[in-house]
């Protein structure tokens, strides 16, 4: 890694740590501003999709897809946005279905990579693995709300953690003139 | 290409140019070489890992896509794999970022191969090989570009082989799956390749990744649609381009020996293709994944000396063992110096053409080590 | 074969392909959206009936059967059909009875969105903008599907006359 990539990683590990606490020290209001930020990043993720389409994927053979890919997500943005005013308890499953997820993802990714011999297989699987167990215990406890929203903060700093530690791994820094 | 044509081909090509037995070795010992030097492999050895030539698969799933990483990944496939044909290529309605891309598609002949043989001309026979694997990869590897990239890189379901059954050309499609550990079976046309990702720049689309491991195959011969061709289809010859290759070594390792002034792009051996056409051209057609056995038959009654397997470990002790001062003149020192300079060579051209792909690049380095 | 005409068969087959594609995964989108709405959503199912919690009760596993058979069946078509694209485009079927299928659904589709201009009291409205670039970028993908499908019958058809 680069410089550049080490403090990447460490700002967002204590982004996601300063998100955390919030969550802690406001409590079930705080979910709402987590929703906000889903929202955001499925946005910016449909956005940067359907810009892709237009500049690049659109020459491509079969490259169609890419735009309806594009529109889903913005879909999903907004629908994620429109939860904003209902039931907090609603929005700790939805948030918790959405780690699942992306737990799920992980250990595919973790999958993929032991069939190719890489070491991170075990590192993506420990990330999938854990945000499942949250996703679960989230689930599990979401009617006493206030020991949800620890169980989700505290996978919100394991994340930040690994992220902080990404930071700081030893890496050689390659460069070329 | 692999080891089949990278080393005991490139003995044949570098021994009918020329070059004595023992030289014949150096030369396709490092042009195999070029497919194993990888990052870890240096840094096993106590090198510089700036020099690595390729990324083993497990480099490649651990390699960051953000934009140095990318820049990384493209200096060296770029340079070593799918060196890029025309750097200044035009095509209508499309933007800067797309043209970037679209630039880097491999293909034999470029300004870049003269550029790449001329630039191992009065170095080492290390550097030599070095040239001859990036000259060769250019026939293998054209339509496909040394960056990760959906929009050029990808396949789709429209893959067949050509094949000859009973005296008649039938199409056959081709099914790819993603089981890294399984061999392809020529039988049943079912071969390996990534993942679909629709990750513009994953790892997935990097090179010819999407037709897995079967432009490789010299036997091959097969039409598909590149992403990039506008729903026109190719048709690869391998055995055609893999001769073309062959002789096209010939006569760069000519003229890198001194024998003749000159390297030019479409210049092909001709009095090597007289007298050794036929013999070759039975080993590139024959449907095998793997032709080393037929390349080190024809390269030992070509030399009358026994062509040794290629051996990884080799050259690594005498680079270890040397002293810091005298590591340049070992084989890997040499190799490595080669490499180098291979690598700035590329990357100064297409940071030249204004394409930032490959990353910055102040000035050409030789002999830096 | 002309070069041009390759070019075209090839562009049209993939058409359809990404049509027949949409067409599965619209219907799946539609009902995981309609399941998040109801189970996560504002809305609930008697609002949407406008019905009253008693009458709700009373009528609630036929409510429940109806949406399930319904949902499943519309599912089922939109699975069946975009499949039958799917497939001519691959080459596997010279049949073209989903043409039927599309156009209409194209047709409703095309019809309903002036709808969106005029929303009802009860309706969310936060993703109401989006959810008509959705169904208008499922119009778009029918008429392509519609369109490559008639240029490929013509084609195919030019191809076997001249080949005569």
Redesign the interface.
Known sequence: MTYMQKFSSILRGLITLIIAAVMLIVGSDSYVFVLLLLTLSLSISGLKTLIYYFTMAKYMVGGRLVLYKGVILVDFAFLTFSFADIPKVYILIYLALVHAFQGFVEILRAKEAHLYGAKSWRKNLAHGLVSITLAVCCIIFVRNQSTAVIIYSLGLMYTAITYIAAGFKKTTLVYIQ | MQEDFHYYATYCAAFLAGFSHEESLDICYSAQLVDLCS?TFL?RIGAP??AATTQL??E???A?T?L??LQ?IT?IWASFHFLPKDLYAQKEK??K??MNKYRLICGPNGDLVVDTVKNAKDTSLQHIGIAMHVLADTWAHMYFAGTPS??IN?T???FFEILTENGSTIEKRITFRHS??TPDDLEKCLYTNT?HQ?N?NSVMNLGHGRAGHFPDYSFARYRY?????????VYKDNPKDYMNAFLQMVTAMKYLGGKIDNFEKEVYDTEVHEKYGNKIMEILEKRQLNACEDWEKFGEELSGEEIPAFDLAKYQDEYIKADKDVKKDTFIGRFINGALSQ??MV?NKIYQSKNMLA?F???E?RNKL | MNEDIKVQLKKYRTNIETGGIVLIMSGLWGLLKFLMSLAVGAQTLMSMLDISREEYDQLRIFILVFLFVAFGGILFFHFIVGLGAIRYAHGKSSKTRFLIWTILLLVINFVCLPLYFYPTEDSVEDSTIVSFFVDLTLCICLFDLNASTIKLKKLLKNIERSGK
């Open positions: 990052a840094a890992q700036i698969q497990l490649m799933m651990e960051r953000d140095l990483g990384n200096r499309r933007n970022r797309y959906q929009v990808n789709d379901r429209d890294p550990s993942l629709g513009e649609y590149p992403s990039w061709n506008e729903y026109r289809d690598k700035t990357s990353g690049s102040r000035f380095v």
